[in-house]
């Protein structure tokens, strides 16, 4: 890696960011430096960013809009139970992202694969492809749902504070914590 570095840099005589992409399945700790030194003098210290695909977790680069993150997937952390999660993942996210089809095109898709195929099994994989996004549906509707009773759980804070009712008071009726309810107060004032 140094040895890359000094010849970049003495071609190029530009600032270097050196990254190095370990792709191996190891866990092992790799490093990030090379040294050379002596009992009484170190004469050289190159540090590097390392970067360990293993040590890596598949689910914050799945939503990426980086071809080459997404491809990099399958050398990330993930568990034996998560194998097949991560396939489908991959392809369902990659190819409906960098691969959009028109109505026309998935219908030729469709027909496509039920000659290859035969009709059963493009059924069993429409069914699979299918329930697996109505559970990301499901998935992103419950969050939804969440983050809108968060919305009007602040908003009826805040009516009741303007209200001037004791924060006291709006702790019993909301059972937020006093913390919870300093936090929303703070925030309506940065926002007005």
Not at 22 to 47: G, N, Q, V
Not at 48 to 66: G, P, V
Not at 77 to 103: G, H, N, S
Request: hydrophobic share 40%.
């Amino acid at each position: 890696m140094y040895r890359y570095f000094a010849e970049l840099y003495k071609k190029h005589q530009h600032k270097i960011i050196p990254i190095v992409i370990y792709s191996h399945d190891a866990k092992i700790i790799e490093p990030d430096s090379f040294i050379i030194e002596f009992p009484f003098l170190k004469t050289l210290e190159f540090k590097f960013f390392r970067i360990q695909l293993r040590k890596e977790s598949w689910k914050k680069f799945i939503k990426s809009n980086n071809p080459v993150a997404a491809a990099l997937i399958s050398k990330m952390d993930w568990t034996e139970k998560e194998k097949i999660e991560v396939k489908i993942e991959f392809l369902v996210t990659f190819f409906e992202t960098y691969l959009p089809l028109t109505e026309n095109e998935e219908e030729i898709y469709r027909k496509r694969l039920k000659n290859e195929l035969g009709e059963k099994e493009v059924e069993k994989c429409m069914e699979f492809v299918s329930s697996y996004r109505l559970k990301g549906r499901a998935e992103g509707i419950e969050i939804g749902r969440i983050e809108g009773k968060a919305e009007a759980m602040r908003e009826v804070v805040m009516r009741m504070l303007s209200a001037n009712i004791l924060i006291s008071r709006v702790k019993e009726l909301t059972g937020l914590s006093l913390e919870e309810i300093q936090t929303l107060k703070q925030e309506e004032e940065i926002i007005c």
